[in-house]
């Protein structure tokens, strides 16, 4: 973390981090399932599969020290230059009745997966404030560029993506003893390395799954209204809440179930 100051308490602060990390994974199944899909209905001893999933990252962050005022009001923009890449590898292997491992070779039975991604996020803080209103508005601009390379399939993609998600909160008080309290928020999703992979993958002994190479996405938006009622002299209090949520995705997991597992 670095603080350069200009004047008194004026100045900019730069955050920072960076992080590298490997999770490797190894499940067995015994006896053999799945006999009819990968070893041609022959039964067989052992199930073994191999993950692994390295992960880099660097984030960078640029505020204010502190916010730049105009009478009742203040702004506090932030920037952020982020940057992932992930890997995703994943093998499976059946042990036969003999004691002897042999590797699945299908392409459908692995994986190799790199996921490079770069963000700039520029979120512009407003807040309003005086003896009876406290208002927040957050303007966040965020721009994302992925990088996919499917090793299995040879297939190289990439996609962008600009969001703009707003959020305002509105606190008023109407009197000494009531509020009220208004908020809405718009936000957007996307998928990761986790939900992209095209080749089959056990997560248990139930289940053997795999996406259809497309990301998933998703917008969410709601608001809020709530109002309080504090009467400490007569030990009166009461609350009302309002709420609404509405999502949209353009993918629906589902599971399709063949035989008895």
């Known amino acids: 973390e670095c603080i350069m100051k200009t004047t008194g308490t004026k100045g900019f602060r730069l955050h920072s981090t960076i992080g590298i990390k490997s999770i490797p994974q190894e499940l067995s199944i015994s006896p053999g399932m799945y006999s009819n899909l990968l070893n041609n209905n022959e039964n067989y001893n052992l199930l073994k599969q191999e993950t692994r999933v390295n992960n880099f990252n660097a984030r960078n962050q640029i505020t204010l020290l502190s916010p730049l005022s105009f009478g009742d009001f203040s702004i506090s923009p932030d920037l952020e230059l982020n940057g992932e890449y992930r890997n995703l590898t994943s093998e499976m292997q059946i042990q036969d009745n003999t004691g002897i491992f042999k590797a699945i070779g299908a392409d459908s039975m692995r994986n190799n997966l790199d996921w490079t991604k770069y963000n700039a996020k520029f979120t512009l803080p407003i807040r ?107 030990l009166l209090f009461f609350s009302l809440s309002i709420s609404y949520d509405n999502s949209k995705s353009n993918l629906i997991y589902g599971q399709n179930f063949q035989g008895i597992l």
């Open 128 to 234: 309003f404030k005086n003896n009876n209103l406290d208002a927040n508005l957050y303007l966040p601009l965020d721009y994302n560029f992925i990088l996919i390379n499917n090793k299995i399939l040879h297939d190289k993609k990439n996609l962008q993506r600009i969001y703009f998600q707003p959020h305002i909160d509105i606190r008023y008080h109407l009197t000494s003893k009531l509020d009220i309290t208004c908020s809405y928020r718009f936000n957007n999703q996307m998928g990761n390395i986790i939900s992209y992979y095209s080749g089959y993958i056990l997560s248990d002994y139930r289940n053997l799954s795999r996406n259809d190479g497309r990301i998933y996405e998703s917008q969410t938006n709601g608001g809020d209204i709530f109002i309080e009622y504090k009467d400490i002299v007569n």
